[in-house]
């Protein structure tokens, strides 16, 4: 059947639809399986597509539900001297948000039902606080972090600190739920909103000039609904109303004192300054989530034993979700005291064991601290999405300047337990701009990506730190959709653009891997021109119950369409 009429999940349009009911069944030559717990929809997809930019949906559910089976300081706030100035956001526009919340439910599970009261916020590890320095001195822990190893940053940037907010309290994007367009909106339980702190009342917005406040802010308020407006430059490394500095002294003053840790439920959102300038976090690490429950000494051990006692792996405590996080230039922290000269431990931002998490227009780099500063390696990660996480979609989003971009799953062996049928993520309309490596590399993954721009160069006067390495890497147990894409490596062989825009083969046993659409360009031999590409490069297409279909609605543009929105559109100070 066709037609035209509202349909499930609060879609319409022209869709093959049907409804099931006790007295209606679907027919198996129109319709996948119906796989989904609810009986109100067998399923739905699109009639036709423009070779532009098409409204896809989801024709098989099927997949979804596989898999889960298969893994089954200019104010002061009344909490602290230091925390955040609370908004003056008017009770009307809480009120709207309320009602805003409450309809949401026809379109999904609010994320925010999902976190129990009693998960604990993750903001304390022993007798450390994240975000609150230590000053403790260097020394060899495990035999990593040699002291003789460490190294101040050598390079500061030109701070850009705010003591005004330019909105004058109100932002016309910070009560925005998340949209509905990627692996976010999905959970174990069933479709989802993200809705991050978007019905905080009125004494949960924060607007914050400095780290003492944000940290101050997310402590107060804890798992509540949040909104924390960022204006002007946050460095855990100033203090008192950033009129001093202190370089970190320590591997674990770094860990602690260099890391904001973001509970279940906030919206996180950079506000340009008064002079244009983009909110920016330097010297930080973004930490969502953590993996070891309150008391438990092996994260394995302790999600073995709650699993044990026949409970729901998706009630177990350590869980972080609801966020979102828009409009942030975060440069990636130079590791003072790195585990060796190969391996810097500090990523500009971690999910360890975060569900539903949507990451919109940030910026992300090295900063003014390359590693070319140094003679070893001062940087990990730019975005790591690991140890369980899962339900998580970056988009319209700018890394540059980096070597290791992004991790998916952090290990072949000894991750299955935590991560396997996990890792749903989504990347899309980002611009991958002068990166090494790991756009992204991804182990266990269900990942789909489209419509991003990769720019690379692997000429001879490119620094070694910024020349192209590789691409879309796919790893052990990966499944991977990659669609439309353009990629853009300057002297680079149209033939080398397997094993470099995506690494094809080398035994690298992803489960599934599909590519389609792409366009890819180099100047190699003075080529001008774009030549398509299905970028399969080897990988046998899969069949039967690796493959899967993305289970909501995604715009996908032609390659080139996309390049030009991508450069336009992608990246931090864009939202205002």
Request: net charge neutral; glycine share 10%; hydrophobic share 35%.
């Amino acid at each position: 059947m066709a037609g035209t009429r509202s349909v499930a999940l609060g879609k319409s349009g022209s869709f093959v639809y049907a409804t099931k009911t006790d007295s209606f069944a679907c027919i198996g030559s129109a319709f996948p399986t119906n796989t989904y717990t609810t009986s109100a929809w067998c399923s739905y997809g699109p009639l036709s597509s423009s070779s532009s930019s098409a409204a896809v949906s989801s024709a098989a559910a099927s997949s979804v539900a596989a898999s889960s089976a298969a893994s089954s300081s200019k104010a002061a706030s009344s909490a602290a001297a230091s925390s955040a100035a609370v908004s003056s956001a008017a009770a009307s526009s809480v009120a709207a948000s309320s009602a805003a919340a409450s309809s949401v439910s026809a379109a999904g599970i609010d994320a925010r039902t999902l976190t129990g009261a009693s998960t604990p916020l993750q903001n304390v590890s022993g007798s450390y606080t994240y975000g609150v320095r230590n000053y403790l001195a260097p020394a060899t822990i495990d035999g990593l972090h040699n002291p003789t190893n460490y190294k101040a940053a050598p390079v500061l940037p030109t701070w850009q600190f705010a003591t005004v907010d330019p909105t004058g309290g109100v932002l016309s994007f910070e009560r925005a739920t998340a949209p509905q367009n990627g692996w976010h909106t999905w959970s174990r339980k069933g479709k989802v909103v993200v809705t991050g702190g978007s019905a905080a009342a009125a004494n949960r917005v924060y607007t914050v000039f400095n780290g003492q406040q944000l940290v101050a802010a997310l402590a107060e308020a804890g798992l509540e609904p949040k909104i924390v407006r960022v204006v002007g430059h946050i460095d855990l490394r100033w203090s008192a109303n950033n009129t001093v500095f202190k370089e970190y002294t320590s591997y674990m003053d770094q860990k602690y004192g260099g890391s904001i840790m973001i509970p279940s439920n906030t919206t996180l959102v950079g506000i340009n300054d008064a002079q244009g300038r983009t909110a920016r976090i330097t010297g930080t690490s973004i930490l969502i989530g953590g993996e070891l429950a309150n008391g438990a000494a092996d994260a394995q051990a302790g999600y073995n034993a709650w699993i044990a006692a026949g409970k729901d792996s998706e009630d177990y405590p350590t869980w972080t979700r609801n966020i979102i996080i828009r409009n942030l230039q975060i440069d990636a922290p130079w590791d003072v005291n790195p585990e060796d000269s190969a391996n810097a431990y500090a990523d500009g931002m971690t999910l360890s064991r975060a569900q539903n998490i949507y990451i919109d227009h940030i910026s992300m780099g090295d900063g003014d601290t390359p590693d070319s500063l140094a003679g070893d390696t001062r940087h990990d990660g730019l975005l790591d999405i690991v140890r369980g996480s899962d339900y998580t979609t970056v988009t319209n989003s700018y890394f540059f300047k980096h070597h290791k971009t992004t991790l998916i799953g952090n290990g072949d062996s000894g991750r299955a337990w935590s991560d396997d049928g996990r890792l749903h993520v989504t990347l899309s309309n980002n611009f991958y701009d002068r990166l090494e490596s790991r756009l992204p590399l991804n182990r266990y993954g269900q990942v789909h990506m489209f419509n991003n721009y990769i720019y690379g160069r692997t000429d001879s006067s490119v620094p070694a730190d910024l020349k192209f390495g590789s691409g879309v890497d796919p790893r052990y147990k990966s499944n991977m959709l990659v669609e439309n894409m353009y990629f853009e490596i300057t002297a680079l062989a149209t033939d080398s653009f397997c094993k470099k825009g995506i690494d094809g083969g080398n035994g690298t046993n992803p489960i599934g891997f599909r590519s389609s659409g792409h366009l890819m360009l180099t100047d190699k031999g003075g080529n001008t021109t774009p030549v398509a590409w299905d970028g399969q490069c080897g990988y046998a297409v899969p069949t039967g119950a690796n493959v899967w279909t993305p289970p909501y609605a995604y715009t996908l543009q032609t390659a080139a369409a996309a390049k030009a929105s991508v450069i336009s559109n992608a990246g931090a100070g864009k939202l205002k």
